[in-house]
T-cell receptor, first 107, second 120 residues
Framework: DIQMTQSPSTLSASVGDRVTITCRAS??????LAWYQQKPGKAPKLLIY???SLESGVPSRFSGSGSGTEFTLTISSLQPDDFATYYC?????????FGQGTRLEIK | EVQLVESGGGLVQPGGSLRLSCAAS????????MSWVRQAPGKGLEWVAN??????????VDSVKGRFTISRDNAKNSLYLQMNSLRAEDTAVYYC??????FGYGMDVWGQGTTVTVSS
Protein backbone atom coordinates (compact mmCIF):
# COMPACT_ATOMS: atom_id res chain seq x y z
CA ASP A 1 0.00 0.00 0.00
CA ILE A 2 1.11 3.57 -0.67
CA GLN A 3 1.56 5.54 2.55
CA MET A 4 0.75 9.25 2.49
CA THR A 5 2.44 11.45 5.09
CA GLN A 6 1.36 15.04 5.66
CA SER A 7 3.29 17.74 7.45
CA PRO A 8 2.75 19.49 9.67
CA SER A 9 -0.03 17.73 11.56
CA THR A 10 -1.15 21.05 13.00
CA LEU A 11 -0.52 24.52 11.65
CA SER A 12 -1.29 27.79 13.43
CA ALA A 13 -1.70 30.80 11.21
CA SER A 14 -3.44 34.15 10.96
CA VAL A 15 -5.89 35.61 8.47
CA GLY A 16 -3.94 36.89 5.50
CA ASP A 17 -1.02 34.49 5.95
CA ARG A 18 0.36 32.33 3.16
CA VAL A 19 0.48 28.70 4.26
CA THR A 20 1.83 25.52 2.73
CA ILE A 21 1.00 21.92 3.60
CA THR A 22 3.22 19.10 2.37
CA CYS A 23 2.21 15.58 1.43
CA ARG A 24 4.73 12.84 0.70
CA ALA A 25 3.99 9.49 -0.91
CA SER A 26 5.92 6.34 -0.04
CA UNK A 27 6.40 5.68 -3.77
CA UNK A 28 5.78 7.58 -6.95
CA UNK A 29 2.15 8.37 -7.70
CA UNK A 30 2.82 10.52 -10.77
CA UNK A 31 0.26 13.35 -10.42
CA UNK A 32 -2.61 11.25 -9.11
CA LEU A 33 -3.18 13.28 -5.99
CA ALA A 34 -6.15 15.19 -4.63
CA TRP A 35 -6.61 17.59 -1.73
CA TYR A 36 -9.73 17.86 0.42
CA GLN A 37 -10.92 20.31 3.05
CA GLN A 38 -13.05 19.09 5.93
CA LYS A 39 -14.78 21.12 8.62
CA PRO A 40 -16.03 19.60 11.88
CA GLY A 41 -19.17 17.51 11.42
CA LYS A 42 -19.13 17.98 7.66
CA ALA A 43 -18.22 15.89 4.65
CA PRO A 44 -14.90 16.47 2.90
CA LYS A 45 -14.83 18.89 -0.02
CA LEU A 46 -12.63 18.38 -3.07
CA LEU A 47 -10.24 21.30 -3.64
CA ILE A 48 -7.54 20.08 -6.02
CA TYR A 49 -7.23 17.04 -8.28
CA UNK A 50 -4.41 15.72 -10.46
CA UNK A 51 -2.00 17.50 -8.10
CA UNK A 52 -2.57 21.00 -9.44
CA SER A 53 -6.01 21.28 -11.05
CA LEU A 54 -8.46 23.48 -9.18
CA GLU A 55 -11.92 22.02 -8.70
CA SER A 56 -14.72 24.16 -10.09
CA GLY A 57 -15.96 26.74 -7.61
CA VAL A 58 -12.89 26.59 -5.36
CA PRO A 59 -11.28 30.00 -4.72
CA SER A 60 -8.10 30.72 -6.64
CA ARG A 61 -6.16 31.33 -3.39
CA PHE A 62 -5.87 27.53 -3.22
CA SER A 63 -3.20 25.94 -5.38
CA GLY A 64 -1.45 22.60 -5.61
CA SER A 65 1.87 21.50 -6.99
CA GLY A 66 4.21 18.54 -7.17
CA SER A 67 4.60 15.18 -8.83
CA GLY A 68 6.16 11.84 -8.05
CA THR A 69 6.40 11.65 -4.28
CA GLU A 70 6.24 15.23 -3.01
CA PHE A 71 3.26 17.55 -3.18
CA THR A 72 2.15 20.83 -1.66
CA LEU A 73 -1.11 22.63 -1.04
CA THR A 74 -0.75 26.39 -0.73
CA ILE A 75 -3.30 28.91 0.46
CA SER A 76 -2.05 32.31 -0.69
CA SER A 77 -3.96 34.50 1.77
CA LEU A 78 -5.84 32.76 4.56
CA GLN A 79 -9.48 33.65 4.99
CA PRO A 80 -11.58 32.93 8.11
CA ASP A 81 -13.44 30.20 6.22
CA ASP A 82 -10.20 28.30 5.54
CA PHE A 83 -9.61 27.13 9.09
CA ALA A 84 -10.29 23.41 8.75
CA THR A 85 -8.54 20.07 8.35
CA TYR A 86 -6.89 19.23 5.02
CA TYR A 87 -6.25 15.78 3.61
CA CYS A 88 -4.25 14.58 0.65
CA UNK A 89 -5.32 11.43 -1.20
CA UNK A 90 -3.49 9.28 -3.71
CA UNK A 91 -5.37 7.42 -6.42
CA UNK A 92 -2.45 6.03 -8.40
CA UNK A 93 -3.14 2.50 -7.18
CA UNK A 94 -5.43 0.52 -4.92
CA UNK A 95 -6.05 0.81 -2.11
CA UNK A 96 -6.77 4.52 -2.39
CA UNK A 97 -5.12 6.11 0.64
CA PHE A 98 -5.33 9.41 2.49
CA GLY A 99 -2.80 11.34 4.50
CA GLN A 100 -3.43 11.64 8.23
CA GLY A 101 -4.64 15.22 7.90
CA THR A 102 -3.35 18.69 8.71
CA ARG A 103 -5.38 20.79 11.10
CA LEU A 104 -5.16 24.49 10.26
CA GLU A 105 -6.01 26.57 13.29
CA ILE A 106 -6.20 30.23 14.08
CA LYS A 107 -3.12 31.67 15.75
CA GLU B 1 -29.12 19.71 -7.32
CA VAL B 2 -26.46 17.01 -7.21
CA GLN B 3 -26.96 15.11 -3.97
CA LEU B 4 -26.02 11.95 -2.11
CA VAL B 5 -27.96 10.88 0.97
CA GLU B 6 -26.79 8.00 3.15
CA SER B 7 -28.95 5.95 5.47
CA GLY B 8 -28.90 2.71 7.41
CA GLY B 9 -26.41 3.49 10.14
CA GLY B 10 -26.99 2.62 13.76
CA LEU B 11 -25.84 0.68 16.79
CA VAL B 12 -24.93 -2.96 16.22
CA GLN B 13 -23.25 -5.60 18.36
CA PRO B 14 -19.85 -7.01 17.46
CA GLY B 15 -20.29 -9.79 14.92
CA GLY B 16 -23.51 -8.28 13.65
CA SER B 17 -24.51 -6.99 10.24
CA LEU B 18 -25.71 -3.72 8.80
CA ARG B 19 -26.59 -2.51 5.31
CA LEU B 20 -25.90 1.08 4.36
CA SER B 21 -27.64 2.80 1.47
CA CYS B 22 -26.81 5.90 -0.51
CA ALA B 23 -29.45 7.56 -2.68
CA ALA B 24 -28.16 9.66 -5.56
CA SER B 25 -29.99 12.47 -7.35
CA UNK B 26 -29.26 15.31 -9.72
CA UNK B 27 -26.82 13.41 -11.94
CA UNK B 28 -26.68 10.30 -14.12
CA UNK B 29 -25.78 7.79 -11.41
CA UNK B 30 -25.07 4.97 -13.86
CA UNK B 31 -22.23 6.97 -15.45
CA UNK B 32 -20.03 7.15 -12.36
CA UNK B 33 -17.86 5.00 -10.16
CA MET B 34 -18.95 5.29 -6.53
CA SER B 35 -17.01 4.91 -3.29
CA TRP B 36 -17.54 4.45 0.42
CA VAL B 37 -15.16 6.34 2.72
CA ARG B 38 -15.24 6.17 6.52
CA GLN B 39 -13.98 8.24 9.39
CA ALA B 40 -13.56 6.81 12.88
CA PRO B 41 -14.29 9.21 15.76
CA GLY B 42 -11.57 11.83 15.94
CA LYS B 43 -9.56 10.15 13.18
CA GLY B 44 -8.77 10.71 9.53
CA LEU B 45 -10.41 9.53 6.34
CA GLU B 46 -10.17 5.91 5.20
CA TRP B 47 -11.30 4.71 1.79
CA VAL B 48 -13.33 1.51 2.14
CA ALA B 49 -14.45 0.35 -1.30
CA ASN B 50 -15.51 1.43 -4.74
CA UNK B 51 -17.53 0.06 -7.64
CA UNK B 52 -17.53 0.63 -11.38
CA UNK B 53 -20.50 2.05 -13.23
CA UNK B 54 -21.93 -1.35 -14.19
CA UNK B 55 -20.81 -3.15 -11.05
CA UNK B 56 -18.29 -5.28 -12.95
CA UNK B 57 -15.29 -4.09 -10.92
CA UNK B 58 -15.09 -3.67 -7.16
CA UNK B 59 -12.15 -2.84 -4.95
CA UNK B 60 -11.78 -2.99 -1.16
CA VAL B 61 -9.34 -1.97 1.52
CA ASP B 62 -7.77 -5.09 3.04
CA SER B 63 -9.34 -4.57 6.46
CA VAL B 64 -12.87 -5.13 5.11
CA LYS B 65 -12.24 -7.77 2.43
CA GLY B 66 -14.45 -10.79 2.96
CA ARG B 67 -16.68 -8.92 5.40
CA PHE B 68 -18.06 -5.97 3.41
CA THR B 69 -19.72 -6.03 0.00
CA ILE B 70 -20.31 -2.97 -2.15
CA SER B 71 -23.12 -3.05 -4.69
CA ARG B 72 -25.35 -0.74 -6.68
CA ASP B 73 -28.74 -0.61 -8.34
CA ASN B 74 -28.61 1.82 -11.23
CA ALA B 75 -32.37 1.56 -11.79
CA LYS B 76 -32.86 2.89 -8.27
CA ASN B 77 -29.92 5.33 -8.34
CA SER B 78 -28.64 3.67 -5.20
CA LEU B 79 -25.35 2.48 -3.75
CA TYR B 80 -25.10 -0.06 -0.94
CA LEU B 81 -22.58 -1.38 1.56
CA GLN B 82 -23.38 -4.70 3.20
CA MET B 83 -21.30 -4.99 6.35
CA ASN B 84 -20.99 -8.37 8.07
CA SER B 85 -18.91 -9.63 11.00
CA LEU B 86 -18.69 -6.10 12.32
CA ARG B 87 -15.91 -5.18 14.73
CA ALA B 88 -15.45 -2.31 17.16
CA GLU B 89 -12.88 -0.83 14.79
CA ASP B 90 -15.57 -0.46 12.10
CA THR B 91 -17.19 2.25 14.22
CA ALA B 92 -17.17 5.36 12.05
CA VAL B 93 -19.11 7.84 10.01
CA TYR B 94 -19.56 6.29 6.57
CA TYR B 95 -19.70 8.60 3.56
CA CYS B 96 -20.64 7.71 0.02
CA UNK B 97 -18.90 9.70 -2.67
CA UNK B 98 -19.02 10.10 -6.41
CA UNK B 99 -15.66 8.72 -7.44
CA UNK B 100 -13.92 10.12 -10.49
CA UNK B 101 -10.45 8.90 -9.54
CA UNK B 102 -10.48 6.34 -12.38
CA PHE B 103 -10.67 9.30 -14.78
CA GLY B 104 -7.94 11.27 -13.04
CA TYR B 105 -10.20 13.47 -10.99
CA GLY B 106 -11.07 13.19 -7.33
CA MET B 107 -14.15 12.38 -5.30
CA ASP B 108 -16.22 15.40 -6.12
CA VAL B 109 -19.62 14.82 -4.50
CA TRP B 110 -20.11 13.53 -0.94
CA GLY B 111 -23.07 12.66 1.20
CA GLN B 112 -23.53 13.92 4.74
CA GLY B 113 -22.55 10.59 6.24
CA THR B 114 -24.25 7.93 8.35
CA THR B 115 -22.91 6.80 11.72
CA VAL B 116 -22.17 3.17 12.49
CA THR B 117 -21.42 2.20 16.09
CA VAL B 118 -20.26 -1.32 16.87
CA SER B 119 -20.57 -1.99 20.56
CA SER B 120 -22.04 -4.44 23.02
Amino acid sequence: DIQMTQSPSTLSASVGDRVTITCRASQSISSWLAWYQQKPGKAPKLLIYKASSLESGVPSRFSGSGSGTEFTLTISSLQPDDFATYYCQQYNSYPITFGQGTRLEIK
Amino acid sequence: EVQLVESGGGLVQPGGSLRLSCAASGFTFSSYWMSWVRQAPGKGLEWVANIKQDGSEKYYVDSVKGRFTISRDNAKNSLYLQMNSLRAEDTAVYYCARDQTAFGYGMDVWGQGTTVTVSS
